[in-house]
């Protein structure tokens, strides 16, 4: 079946260090990737996305490239903040009419000042 | 443009009631989708409704359905309540055609 894997967290970092979340994925065709942050107490917000192999999302500082070979769209981003602190999803949408969204089961950060 | 909006953001039930769960798209947004969050399961999808039919449905018993109005605010209603279905209800618009969905702060539903 379609599905997500993220790494487990928490993922605990100081300000300013390297972030790295990795994502695979296992689907048929060619899904569309996200990464979606979500806050406290806050929906999902949509943090980037790529389209088809190779792309490259960016967003805020985030990127995350689109490897269909390693079937991967890990989230990277060079210098955290403490403002960076939430929970990070990645997510797969097939092709097709439909918008469905399969998740992984997310990856908490947190960073410390 | 104002974003998706949820009513109401909190609701305590008892088992056995039922409840209905409102969602306003972001203007011209006709695809709605629905999704429950826990923490054990994670975020799984309900349905998804687009034009006022159902385009796509998780795997949720019948006691979950909704329904999607002409104006595109969708509706969802879980009868029958019971403790497992406390959960975070999350509703999302996409524009048709464009990849992304667009999130509400959704609905902390509590059965006790």
């Known amino acids: 079946g379609n599905s997500v894997t993220q790494m487990e967290g928490p993922v605990t970092l100081s300000e300013e260090a390297f972030l790295t979340i990795n994502c695979t994925y296992t689907a048929t065709g060619y899904p569309s990737l996200f990464w979606y942050v979500q806050y406290p107490g806050e929906g999902l917000q949509l943090l980037l996305k790529?389209?088809?192999?190779?792309d490259k999302g960016s967003n805020k500082g985030f990127e995350a490239t689109y490897r269909k070979e390693t079937t991967s769209f890990h989230l990277e981003k060079g210098s955290v903040q403490v403002s960076d602190s939430a929970v990070y999803f990645c997510?797969?949408?097939?092709?097709?009419?439909?918008?469905?969204?399969?998740f992984g089961k997310g990856t908490k950060l947190t960073v410390n000042p | 443009k104002a974003g998706v909006t949820q009513t109401p953001r909190y609701l305590i039930k008892t088992r056995g009631q039922q409840v209905t769960l409102s969602c306003s798209p972001i203007s011209g947004h006709r695809s709605v989708s629905w999704y429950q969050q826990t923490p054990g399961q994670g975020l799984q999808f309900l349905f998804e409704y687009f034009s006022e039919t159902q385009r796509n449905k998780g795997n949720f018993p019948g006691r979950f359905s909704g329904r999607q109005f002409s104006n595109s605010r969708s509706e969802m209603n879980v009868s029958t309540l019971e403790l497992g279905d406390s959960a975070l209800y999350l509703c999302?618009?996409?524009?048709?055609?464009?990849?992304?969905?667009?999130f509400g702060p959704g609905t902390r539903l509590t059965v006790l």
């Open positions: 790529a389209t088809k192999a190779d």
């Open positions: 999302a618009s996409s524009l048709d055609g464009a990849v992304g969905q667009f």
């Open positions: 997510a797969l949408r097939l092709q097709g009419g439909s918008e469905k969204l399969v």
